[in-house]
């Protein structure tokens, strides 16, 4: 176990509270910005207390961070005990015909619900995604709005699902404090199942998959959890990593290559456990921006 469950589900309830109140004092922003797509948080997971933000309450699209929430979902279906790693799902045409990034399953063929897991965190597999939500909800739209129901009592405000994948649709919109409350919370309520989100990769019908997190096995202490990217989204990363004790979430949205999007997690996270101690995490993360513009 990654961290002592109760311990962090009373941290993760005061961080709730913290986020709350800056949600509230923010401007509405009813729809993502196409000309400025960058935002990031860094939260320390034992406290709750917000230690860089930026752009954190402004509705952004979330790609493939979006299967963070559908995992979220299949560890409560595991939890209830109504689907277990063993149990297989069939994939229907309309799941098959997904557009990439996918694992390339066929119509009718089936695949376990620990493949599944294992295909979504590493390959971010679009057509696992949807398989997944047919079969736990009947329906892509019925699994969404178990998302989105999902995200509100997480207090997850501003976050609204249309699909399970993250492919495109202009209403899927969240920000990267919401995406910052669902990190901890997968933390929180899943302590074991986290353990999935450090896979390097994944091995499926004699092909091996590499997990997108580049920053698995290179920067210390990370340990998961999601990357995601479309031409909208820019390149997005929710990463958690543990140092000395301490747990912090860092969520990095809008870069404009991984390799950018990789450097500012690692700023947000040199800053968050001390690393860089002369300099503070806006000058830091001002510095990324630059970079991004130019």
Avoid at 262 to 275: H, K, R
Wanted: aromatic share 8%.
């Amino acid at each position: 176990m990654f961290l002592d469950s109760a311990k962090i589900h009373t941290a993760w309830l005061a961080g709730v509270i913290a986020l709350a109140v800056s949600v509230a004092q923010a401007p509405e922003v009813r729809s993502a910005s196409p000309s400025s797509k960058f935002a990031a948080i860094s939260v320390d997971a034992g406290s709750g207390k917000v230690l860089y933000a930026s752009g954190a309450d402004a509705q952004r699209f979330p790609a493939s961070l979006t299967k963070m929430m559908t995992l979220y979902i299949v560890f409560e279906e595991l939890r209830a005990g109504r689907v277990s790693r063993s149990s297989t799902f069939q994939v229907s045409s309309r799941a098959a015909g997904r557009e990439p990034s996918k694992l390339g399953l066929k119509a009718g063929q089936r695949i376990s619900v620990d493949n599944a897991v294992r295909a979504l965190v590493t390959k971010s597999a679009n057509d696992v995604a949807t398989t997944v939500a047919e079969n736990i909800s009947g329906s892509v739209q019925a699994f969404a709005r178990r998302m989105t129901q999902t995200a509100r009592r997480l207090g997850m405000s501003r976050t609204t699902f249309r699909n399970a994948s993250g492919l495109p649709d202009p209403k899927q919109v969240t920000t990267a404090r919401d995406m910052a409350i669902l990190g901890v919370a997968l933390l929180r309520d899943f302590p074991r199942d986290y353990s999935y989100f450090g896979l390097k990769a994944f091995k499926f019908s004699g092909r091996s998959h590499r997990n997108h997190n580049r920053l698995l096995g290179k920067y210390p202490g990370v340990d998961g959890i999601k990357t995601g990217y479309t031409r909208a989204s820019g390149f997005n990363l929710v990463a958690s990593a543990r140092r000395g004790g301490r747990r912090v979430v860092a969520v990095v949205m809008g870069g404009r290559t991984a390799k950018l999007r990789n450097d500012y997690m690692v700023e947000l996270l040199n800053q968050a456990f001390g690393v860089n101690s002369r300099t503070g995490a806006a000058a830091t993360c001002r510095s990324c921006r630059e970079k991004d513009r130019r």
